[in-house]
């Protein structure tokens, strides 16, 4: 059913080219980030779930106040 349905559809082919340019280009975009990154950047990243950030301390903070109102 869906193979008919795909043949009768005028040049059908061409969305999946368009599909995997566009998959191509991003992964070369990000894998040309990735190695173009600073040493201090990927540290900063590779940090970021294990330090404590104002961001968390609010989000927590607004749990325990829900929490309370309980």
Do not use: C, W
């Amino acid at each position: 059913m869906v193979g008919d349905t795909l043949r009768t559809i005028f040049h059908v082919e061409i969305y999946a080219l368009i599909g995997f340019i566009i998959f191509f280009t991003f992964f070369i975009f990000v894998t040309l980030n990735a190695f173009r990154m600073k040493k201090e950047e990927i540290d900063e990243f590779s940090n970021m779930p294990l330090e404590d950030s104002e961001a968390q301390g609010v989000f927590s903070d607004q749990s325990q106040q829900a929490g309370n109102t309980n």
